[in-house]
């Protein structure tokens, strides 16, 4: 059964940084690109960042270049996402999501993880 | 990338058919069959419940299908049941993939 477990949310500053974490299970976690999806409170899906299998290739949406950084190790099964320079825009529930195979899609997703950005 | 469109809000009476419209652009929508729609119940994370415009991933009802025509994909869920209240995103593929606005399915 495939598993996606996020860890790491919480609460921050303005300005502060958070690094959550998705731990891979049930599937060959190198054999596929990963996806960071957000979602502010009330609001509809963003996709945030994705990367290649190896780690090579690496996507961001124009609002979080240079803040986020997406990074993998499949050594142990998990996807990272460190998010620097936080703004309150990014309050929101962070999944974490495993690319179909076209990768037009996310057919599996964790169950996702708080992020408040709040003075 | 803009998000696509999508109605606020769907309702009909259990067994009744329903049918979700999203609309994008000769650039997302019109130009790939990368259409995908997922299914969000309050509080859950979405649940992938079409791909590639109309197929079903293994073990979802045959009671959701998906269909395209130009810039504008369509979710038709038939045979309406409690269960299948929740928000809808259609989701399309650009080089990245943009989501739908959402929409709210009410079982009335």
């Known amino acids: 059964e495939v598993q996606l477990v996020e860890s790491g949310g919480g609460l921050v500053q303005p300005g502060g940084s958070l690094r959550l974490s998705c731990a891979a299970s049930?599937?060959?976690?190198?054999?596929?690109?990963m996806s960071w999806v957000r979602q502010a409170p009330g609001k509809g899906l963003e996709w945030v960042a994705n990367?290649?299998?190896?780690?090579?290739?690496?996507y961001y949406v124009d609002s979080v270049k240079g803040r986020f950084t997406i990074s993998r190790d499949n050594a142990k099964n998990s996807l990272y996402l460190q998010m620097n320079s936080l703004r309150a825009e990014d309050t929101a529930v962070y999944y974490c999501?495993?690319?179909?195979?076209?990768?037009?899609?996310?057919?599996?997703w964790g169950q996702g993880t708080l992020v408040t950005v709040s003075s | 990338q803009s998000a696509l469109t999508q109605p606020a809000s769907v309702s009909g009476s259990p067994g009744q058919s329903i049918t979700i419209s999203c609309t994008g652009t000769?650039?997302?929508?019109?130009?790939?069959?990368?259409v995908s729609w997922y299914r969000q119940h309050p509080g859950k994370a979405p649940k992938l419940m079409i791909y590639?415009?109309?197929n079903r991933p293994s073990g979802v009802s045959n009671r959701f299908s998906g269909s395209k025509s130009g810039n504008t994909a369509s979710l038709t869920i038939s045979g309406l049941q409690a269960e299948d209240e929740a928000d809808y995103y259609c989701g399309s593929y650009t080089s990245i993939v943009v989501f739908g606005t959402g929409t709210k399915v009410t079982v009335l």
């Open positions: 590639d415009v109309s």
């Open positions: 000769s650039s997302d929508v019109g130009a790939y069959n990368y």
């Open positions: 990367i290649k299998q190896d780690g090579s290739e690496k």
């Open positions: 999501a495993r690319d179909s195979v076209t990768g037009a899609n996310f057919d599996y």
């Open positions: 049930g599937f060959t976690f190198s054999n596929y690109w």
